[in-house]
């Protein structure tokens, strides 16, 4: 998979703060697409 800069004026710190929050988000989406309660 190749990826690169959406945006430059954006500093590095901010994508790694988001990939840090990432596993937090799975457990909750999972149990949301498991119940069926994605969109309520």
Do not use: C, I, K, Q
């Amino acid at each position: 998979m190749e990826f690169g800069r959406l945006v430059e004026n954006v500093p590095d710190s901010y994508f790694d703060e988001l990939e840090a929050r990432l596993p937090a988000w799975d457990p909750v989406a999972f149990d949301l697409t498991h119940n069926n309660r994605w969109a309520r």
